[in-house]
Nanobody
Framework: QVQLVESGGGLAQSGGSLRLSCAAS????????MRWYRQPPGKQREWVAL???????NYADSVKGRFTISRDNAKNMVFLQMNSLKPEDTAVYYC?????????WGQGTQVTVSS
């Protein structure tokens, strides 16, 4: 049973923009903190941004001021607007949530930024 599904990745030029979406099952999404992570090629997975149920946000220093996380609680969706993209943003991006004692990850979506 699929719980988190990302979409919206692709190829962008340096300075460009992409918007990622994550569709979540209600049992995971409702009243839960939603997070985005990414895994650059050859590197460990790293946290990117989070948003609480009531819309409070926090960002990794590397994306602060360029990325915006948001959510639509009526549609069980979370988004990541990525602006001013850099080649170092190239990674597989994952949607994540923890519900109870279980970690949920999406399958990931590839973002490639060319210089």
């Amino acid at each position: 049973q699929v719980q988190l599904v990302e979409s919206g990745g692709g190829l962008a030029q340096s300075g460009g923009s992409l918007r990622l979406s994550c569709a979540a099952s209600g049992s995971i999404f409702t009243r839960n903190i939603m997070r985005w992570y990414r895994q650059p090629p050859g590197k460990q997975r790293e946290w990117v941004a989070l948003i609480t149920w009531d819309g409070s946000t926090n960002y990794a220093d590397s994306v602060k001021g360029r990325f915006t996380i948001s959510r639509d609680n009526a549609k069980n969706m979370v988004f990541l607007q990525m602006n001013s993209l850099k080649p170092e943003d190239t990674a597989v991006y994952y949607c994540y949530a923890r519900a109870g004692s279980t970690d949920y990850w999406g399958q990931g979506t590839q973002v490639t930024v060319s210089s």
